[in-house]
């Protein structure tokens, strides 16, 4: 008998043995059977954890049978599973059942990033319905529209006027919006394309620290993922003053079938706005998505887009005519402005768990880009006789792919990460013009016309060791380009080429001081590419500016319904070579640096009433120019955004937000300052059963404001000589609008 007890005893050992350390495999699926990506799993009794893929799976360490599993999603009630048995085969499925957002359920070190859940805080409590509200909700980050609602928005972040996206990276789902070598500006980012409503997430991040991100990403990225799917189909109808109607139609195809989804929306807009010469604005959106997952849950993602628009725009007007009283704010001196554009997309995606502790993710893209814009910026100085109108139009197809491999495991104690990327894009823009041009219909001389060819290959490797609270990221990038250019205005064939490459190296650490706060260093270097015009005109010769850059900050949340955010940084550039499209001119910039202070807050008072507010402090000067004649035009010193949101009260939804931007300088010495502004929009929500209203006001205070201002030498027809002062787009007065949602 005592020798089969002391045998029990001895098998009982060793099967705790085996036992120890073995993995659990599962997947985190909501009501609606759709794996959710980002839910937290915590053993409670080994505390070991891990974060759920894109297709919801996640794999545990170190775990025993009787053991607890806690598992996390904001959004979504806290669900906790005891492990019953292990088995290698077995994959647990466990359901998280969606609930109201509550900031007192966030824990900063289950986030795996916990400034991008800022931002899905935001989309949750505040959502959006124009792209230009998706761009808004990357915090600090200011836009402003200048020609007529179509045009792409020019983007304001950490004291960069970037234009229209030379310094910040734009992707949705894996694509890229900035077009290189664009005929209007360098990295030019239309968003248009992109439906609000189908948005479930932004990731973003400041500064040059991102392997996985390179061109453009020198103030920063954003990244917008489009939803699986549906929740229910839904048709929305607007209406507002100076002739604005939008309608959004979203429906699921397959009604929600084991392992599929796929959906479509339409949306169209048009609109006048409160120009005297009407704007005749108007587009349609397109878009649908088809997501399939395999038993092994891989995933398999189609979409497809189309979008085209035209509006009529009267520019930038000089302020001398409106203190005259020549014209009215919303007047015009050459109102024959405006433009066309239209994109089309298609994007496929495959996400592979090639094993246990190996994911793969790739994905093939493709874009047609139609471009055509007129602007007449500086009147008759040019042309006392016809005027300076110009014209830029382009052709342009995009061909690309991106594929990311990502290996976890542990180093002995050290939890261990590896991402290595590659990436290929390859853009062909064909009669790439530049032409000034006489009431949009004559052409009296093309200034520039061309073919460009541009091609762009990156490689990364992206570590991170995770050493208890502390976590150290090495990572390293490389680039190289080949820029091609066939000038047309040449008497002969002239196909004018240069190659480059970069290196940009990364350095981040991070420590969870507390479950609850979290300090960060980053450092690194990254660049934005020049025009193909420039490269070849330079001759390849400073055409890849670095810029370095680094952050020290911190995430806190001090009690359980505030949460803050800030951060100490700096960003040296060296020279560029910026290529002026409105003039087909090259024009050096020098060296410049610029620091500053980035802050944050999101504060829930009760369980529906939300506050936020963002804040950055920047100082921005050229580092070559004497003192006093070294500002930056239009570098911002101080942004400020935020406000109240309303989430569910008895049906009710809406809110109160502010932006705000102080005076800056316009030009290098500061004789000229734009001016800021202070604008107040509100919206109100009611839901009854199936229907929603809602009413939106845009300006509440009907405040004066200048959307954009710049510091422009103009010569009118009757002047003798020309005049360098602001030019400026008038910003929206008091504007309301009422809409209708039905869902299904």
Known sequence: MKVLK???????????????????????????????????????????HAHTSESGLFIIEN??????????????????????????????????????FQLDEMVLQEQQNPISTIARLDLNTNPVNSSQDVLRKVP???????????????????????????????????????????????????????????????????GTYYANHGDFTTAGYVDFSTKDYLEDSQVTFSVGQFNTIRTLGMIDLLEKEKNKNAYMAVEYLQGDGPFESPQNFNRLNLFGKYVVFSPNNDKLTLTASHFTSRWDASGQIPQREVDNGNISRFGAIDDTEGGTTQRTNLN??????????????????????????YSNFTFFLEDPENGDQIKQKENRDIFGINSALNYNTFLGDTEFSLTSG?????????????????????????????????????????????????????????DYFTFMYNDKLQPTYSNATEHKSTVSPKLNFFYNATDNLQWYLKSGIGFH?????????????????????????????????????GALWYLFLEQEFVYVGDAGIVEPSGKTERYGLDLGLRYQLTDWLFFDTDATLTHARSTEDPEGENYIPLAPNFTMAGGLAVNNLDGFSGGIRYRFI???????????????????????????????????????????????????????????????????????????????????
């Open 140 to 206: 600090g980050l200011i836009i402003g529209q200048h020609a007529g609602g179509g045009k792409a928005e020019q983007i304001f972040l950490r004291g960069f006027d970037i234009d229209h996206g030379t310094d910040i990276s734009i992707n949705v789902d894996g694509m890229p919006v900035n077009m290189v070598s664009h005929a209007h500006g360098q990295g030019y980012s239309d968003l248009h394309f992109l439906i609000p409503e189908t948005v479930s997430k932004i990731d973003f991040g400041k």
């Open 422 to 478: 590659l990436s290929l894009r390859h853009d062909v823009a064909a009669d790439t013009e530049l032409s000034h041009t006489l009431n949009r219909t004559t052409t009296l001389e093309q200034i520039q016309l061309g073919d460009i060819n541009q091609t762009n290959i990156g490689a990364y490797v992206n570590t991170k060791f995770e050493m208890g609270r502390f976590a150290i990221a090495p990572a390293l990038r490389f």
């Open 529 to 565: 590419s020049n025009d193909t015009r420039v490269v070849v005109s330079n001759q390849g010769r400073d055409i890849l500016p670095k810029a370095y850059g680094a952050d020290f900050g911190t995430v806190w949340k001090p009690t359980s319904n505030l949460v803050f955010n």
């Open 6 to 48: 002391f045998i029990a005893i001895c098998l009982s050992l060793f099967m705790a043995q085996v036992t120890l350390g073995q993995q659990v495999k599962g997947v985190v699926k909501n009501e609606a059977n759709q794996p959710l990506e980002g839910a937290y799993v915590y053993n409670l009794n080994t505390k070991t």
């Open 662 to 744: 102080d005076d800056r300088p316009a030009n290098e010495d500061n004789s000229i300052v734009a001016e800021g502004y202070l604008v107040t929009d509100i919206n109100a929500n009611y839901q009854w059963n199936n229907v929603t209203f809602g009413v939106a006001i845009e300006n509440l205070f009907d405040v004066a404001w200048n959307e954009t201002q710049f510091a422009t030498e103009s010569r009118l027809q009757n002047e003798p000589a020309s005049v360098e002062e602001i030019h400026f787009t008038p910003g929206t007065p008091f504007f309301i609008k009422g809409l209708v949602t039905y869902r299904f």
């Open 63 to 100: 775990s025993n049978v009787g053991d607890s599993l806690k598992i996390g999603l904001l959004g979504y009630k806290t669900n906790i599973v005891a492990i019953a048995a292990l088995n290698e085969t077995e994959v647990l499925t466990i359901v998280l059942e969606e609930k109201l």
């Open 348 to 373: 496929v995606e495959y996400n592979k768990n090639v094993s246990d502790n190996t994911t793969f993710k790739t994905n093939a893209f493709y874009s047609h880009y139609g471009f055509e814009l």
